[in-house]
């Protein structure tokens, strides 16, 4: 195949990112058609992007004969609809999460699929694609160390869009620790407990933020994640995994760490105690942390759709696994208590 046509819909801030990188870094590909919700949107961006045009219809654009590949950066309400359409034109896709917004609707799009006997659909989970969680998944897979018993998570938003309520702070954001315990641990989630510790009074009022996550899995491993989007401070994302041989932590924002003399303090007695200080810079938001693990999510799948396997990574057994949990969750944050995780089994539907 020559360079992949793709069509980018929604060209908010994933959709636009994305459109720059595959612009500017990714080989193989090319952005042809763009398309938003607000046309003047699409059109200021095309106007930028030499041979690309704009097609006000989503589902026209998908079905476009010059378009062999469509990225859906839309909001989640909006992904069901399209990727049916992607699916009927046999369009290979990268929807970006959430795959639906409820479980009905991602159990629907996987039988769909496996009904057409050929994958097509990617979910944007891009941390699968970070080098540290690669680096991560490899020692655990290694055996480095030994069983592992129990995760600890971080994640952490400066803000979050007006229209987040609760249950979004358990599907959009957590979500992603969702991904990352059945990435890292090859097993289902099987319950969910949402914890709500006191809110920040900095956070819009209603909204429960923080909250703590735990996941019990298949094997009896723990994951526990601290979920908290208005932390005003700036984006964290880490994980802990805790085996019977060691341990390992990542996202620490280590690319860059100093140490070095406090300007405020003087050296006291005889010169051989001076405190120092120490830091770097963290990450403002996910497109600088995950901007290399967006690149890379993004060549891998282009290659893979040239290679006709039109999915390297998440596909929609994965989407529709995140949002059994995720509605679990949402359960658990009503009840307080530990939620089952109600899923089909994956060999009940041939082709999943
Ligand atoms: N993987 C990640 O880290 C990550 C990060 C942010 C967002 N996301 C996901 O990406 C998607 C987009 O999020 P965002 O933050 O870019 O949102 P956004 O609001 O910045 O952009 C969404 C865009 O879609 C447009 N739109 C709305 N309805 C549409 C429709 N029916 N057809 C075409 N365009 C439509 C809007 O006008 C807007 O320009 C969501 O699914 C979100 O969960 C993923
Ligand atoms: O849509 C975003 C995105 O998925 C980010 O990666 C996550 O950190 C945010 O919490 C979420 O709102």
């Known amino acids: 195949m020559t360079e992949l046509r793709i069509a980018v819909l929604g060209v908010g801030m994933m959709g636009a990112d994305h459109v720059a990188r595959i612009t500017e870094r990714t080989k193989g590909a090319v952005v042809t058609v763009l398309n938003d919700y607000f046309p003047e949107k699409a059109e200021a961006l095309a106007a930028t992007i030499p041979g690309s045009r704009v097609i006000n219809d989503p589902l026209d654009a998908i079905a476009d004969p010059e378009v062999d590949a469509v990225i859906l950066a839309t909001p989640g309400p909006t992904h069901e609809k399209q990727l049916l359409a992607c699916l009927e ?3 290979p896709v990268m929807c970006e999460k959430p795959l639906t917004t409820d479980v009905a609707t991602s159990l629907e799009i996987v039988k769909r699929e496996a009904e057409l006997g050929r994958k097509l659909i990617q979910v944007g989970f891009m941390r699968r694609f970070d080098r540290e969680y690669e680096q991560l998944k490899g020692f655990i897979d290694d055996g480095v160390f030994g069983q592992i018993l129990v995760a600890h998570c971080v994640h952490r938003n400066p803000a979050v869009p007006p229209s987040f309520d609760s249950s979004m702070i358990v599907k959009d954001s957590l979500v992603h620790e969702v991904d990352v315990t059945r990435f890292l ?3 289902e989630i099987t319950t969910v407990q949402i914890i709500k510790p006191s809110a920040n009074p900095g956070a819009p009022e209603g909204l429960q933020d923080p909250q703590i996550a735990l996941f019990t899995t298949e094997s009896g491993r723990h994951v526990d994640t601290e979920v908290f989007v208005t932390t005003g401070v700036a984006y964290e994302v880490r994980t802990e995994v805790v085996g019977e041989l060691g341990s390992a932590f990542i996202g620490l924002d280590q690319g860059l760490v100093r140490k070095h003399r406090n300007p405020a303090q003087q050296a006291s007695g ?3 105690k001076v405190a120092g200080i120490w830091g770097g810079d963290i990450t403002p938001s996910f497109v600088e942390r995950f901007g290399d693990a967006y690149d890379n999510e993004i ?14 990574g998440p596909g929609a057994w994965d989407g529709y696994a995140a949002a059994a949990v995720c509605a679990a ?3 658990s944050l009503e009840s307080g208590k530990a939620e089952t995780v109600d899923m089909v089994s994956r060999s009940s539907i041939p082709g999943a």
């Open 185 to 187: 641990f090859d097993e």
């Open 299 to 312: 060549q891998r799948w282009v290659n893979a759709v040239r290679r006709g396997d039109n999915v390297d």
């Open 270 to 272: 005889d010169g051989r």
């Open 329 to 331: 969750g949402v359960k």
């Open 89 to 91: 034109h046999n369009k």
